[in-house]
């Protein structure tokens, strides 16, 4: 929220030692760590206020309420200890490093959720069947709604904390934080309702809802964090990212089939960069580990970059491009193309290669009739076609 903005600014200032560096991973850990104390220790202030409370009065919503912020405390423990496995080196076990903890964490996260969201329900159901009255007193409400405020700030802090290193784990641990709102709002109005209306058994229907919205969050946090760790598909800003890195040294006019592994704090970048053929094998060769140290540089990891040789663009050639070009856009299963290449076989016939690009929806058993449809269009289109040579570009590549 950003009433909050500059008190957080300030916090982190205060806190994280060279804040502004969050390309840096152990600042990015520094971020992690602070964003995980201080959630440990406002949340435990917080979990002591309610479920007081909530004894106090009897309530089976307000410990329900209690309970999950206890879930909040064992997800900001969890996201200190993600931080620390993060932290550690690469060994011969794992010589990626330890950074997909970070996937991790969210998984251990939702079954914490879905664990309170069972132990309450049964809970919630029990004061719906055999309600007993619940102790209110006209302060309770609002007490209440104070640590809601408290909440929203917590929240605030640590989604800005995230979202300054770009880090799922401590984004998904402030969403958590900024549930608050809605269900302490929702078991407040269940306590006055209740109250003036003497039917305690309000209390458990209120308590059934949040435990439903911890089921609820448990299956959808769930559900997200199983993607990265099959191999998600990385978002279209890192891959503009890589392309614009690259492309920024002199030499690479362009990239293609970007392969992008994501270790949380590093990433694993393969690409083919395209560079003119006349600078010489050596020269590109040069090139080459330029690009990878830009790369390396920017997303922290390590870059594999292979040369494509961009043949010189004669008229023939081009004419031959066009030509070959004009016969793609025929095909609306094949939405670009790159690498191509005329290779001569003799003085009277040539070999054309080319790597395309097909269209989302299109499924990999009709990639062989792709590229014998194009073959056979090349082939009766294009004189002195020996034959041709297409490679269609995996999915996992960009």
Known sequence: MFIFDSINRGLARRFIRDFDET????????????????????????????????????????????????????NSIILVVTFVVTGKPAT??????????????????????????????????????????????????????????????????VGYLGTRVESRVIRANAAHHNLEAVMTGAVIAGLVAGHHFHHPEIDG???????????????????????????????????????????????????HEIIVHDYGSMYLISLHAEIPETLGPARMHEIAERCEN?????????????????????????????????????????????????IAESAEKIIIAADLDVAEGVDESDHEHIVKNLEHMVLETIPGVAYCSFYITPRFAY
């Not at 435990?44 to 309530?59: K, N, Q, Y």
């Not at 308590?207 to 964090?225: H, T």
């Open 23 to 74: 390309g840096n991973k152990q600042v990015r850990i520094r971020y992690g760590m602070f964003a995980g104390w201080f959630s440990i220790v406002v949340t435990s202030i917080l979990f002591i206020i309610r479920i007081t409370l909530g004894v106090m009065a009897g309530s089976i919503s307000v410990i329900a309420n209690a309970f999950h912020v206890l879930s909040h405390l064992a």
């Open 92 to 157: 011969a076990k794992n010589p990626f490093g330890h950074g997909r903890m970070e996937h991790i964490a969210p998984l251990i996260m939702s079954i914490v959720l879905f664990v309170s969201g069972f132990q309450m329900a049964e809970t919630s159901v029990h004061q719906i069947l055999n309600p007993h009255k619940v102790n209110y007193w006209p302060a309770l409400p609002w007490i209440l709604l104070a640590t809601i405020v408290v909440k929203q700030w917590l929240s605030s802090l």
């Open 205 to 255: 229907y209120i308590g059934v809802a949040v435990s439903a919205w911890l089921l609820f969050l448990g299956f959808r946090n769930g559900r997200d964090a199983i993607v990265p760790l099959l191999g998600q598909a990385p978002g279209k800003d890192i891959i503009e990212r890589i392309r614009s890195t690259a492309r920024s040294v002199d030499g690479v006019e362009d990239v």
């Open 294 to 342: 830009a790369l390396g540089r920017v997303f922290g990891g390590i870059a594999v970059c292979h040369t494509d040789p961009l043949m010189e663009r004669t008229p023939e050639i081009q004419a031959l491009e066009d030509l070959f070009s004009s016969l793609l856009s025929r095909l609306d299963t094949v939405e670009a193309y790159h690498d191509f290449r005329v």
